[in-house]
């Protein structure tokens, strides 16, 4: 089991930045493929952002490329989420994701939610225009 707990959500005016920090806890986090992914009512859960195993393969969303960062702390078991110049459309309810097949590779990315099998609780932003 792979347990998953998202902080750093909250308020925050547009053009402001923000970071969200996952950790996760019940697998070593190095085996572990990350993602971020967002929701909004009445919308499909949709890819944020991405990390391979190995921190060298990493994936955006497009309209966050250029803005977001996704990092990951294999030390800390956390994966981060930066979050610069953002807009009323970013606000959601944001989740951490874990992917734990042991088919990944060290470099593999997946944008699908259905390859992520471990969520975190989500955590919301708000961005006021």
């Known amino acids: 089991q792979v347990r998953l707990v998202e902080s750093g959500g909250g308020l925050v005016q547009a053009g402001g930045s923000m970071r969200l920090s996952c950790a996760a806890s019940?697998?070593?986090?190095?085996?572990?493929?990350m993602a971020w992914f967002r929701q909004v009512p009445g919308k499909a859960r949709e890819f944020v952002a991405g990390?391979?195993?190995?921190?060298?393969?990493?994936r955006y969303q497009f309209s966050v490329e250029g803005r977001f960062t996704i990092s990951r702390d294999n030390v800390q078991s956390t994966v981060y989420l930066q979050m610069s110049s953002l807009k009323p459309e970013d606000t959601a309810v944001y989740y951490c994701?874990?992917?734990?097949?042991?088919?990944?590779?060290?470099?593999?990315?997946?944008?699908?939610?259905?390859?992520?099998?471990?969520w975190g609780q989500g955590t919301q932003v708000t961005v006021s225009s």
């Open positions: 994701a874990a992917d734990s097949s042991s088919n990944a590779g060290t470099n593999d990315v997946f944008r699908s939610s259905i390859n992520y099998d471990y």
């Open positions: 019940g697998r070593t986090f190095s085996t572990l493929v």
């Open positions: 990390i391979s195993r190995s921190s060298h393969e990493i």
